[in-house]
């Protein structure tokens, strides 16, 4: 089986950043692609940023600019930079892997999800 741990979430002040990192572990053959999603209260979840093994990256119009993605694909982790934090960013951060193990071929594992919230 595969497991995501997400880290780094917490609460700070608009205008202010945090870094995000997400470890995937487990019997993984190959990495495919890794990302973060987000939900917030009265709003459906959205796509934040991925990044394939490759390192190509998409990130969503609303992070652009301030949010950045990188992966580190020895540790099989997954970072999200994200600055000048607005207090709409506030949501539940979920970390998203898109991986191949022998047992179970590709597919989409999900870790638990951490807190972020920006204070006006």
């Known amino acids: 089986q595969v497991h995501l741990v997400e880290s780094g979430g917490g609460l700070v002040q608009a205008g202010g950043s945090l870094r995000l990192s997400c470890a995937a572990s487990?019997?993984?053959?190959?990495?495919?692609?890794m990302g973060w999603y987000r939900h917030a209260p009265g709003r459906q979840r959205e796509l934040v940023a991925t990044i394939s093994s490759g390192g190509s990256t998409n990130l969503a119009d609303s992070v652009k600019g301030r949010f950045t993605i990188s992966s580190d694909n020895a540790k099989n982790t997954v970072y999200l930079g994200m600055n000048s934090l607005k207090p709409e960013d506030t949501a539940i951060y979920s970390c998203?892997?898109?991986?191949?193990?022998?047992?179970?071929?590709?597919?989409?594992?999900w870790g638990q999800g951490t807190q972020v919230t920006v204070s006006s």
């Open positions: 998203w892997g898109n991986i191949y193990s022998m047992q179970y071929g590709s597919r989409d594992y």
């Open positions: 487990g019997s993984i053959f190959k990495t495919n692609a």
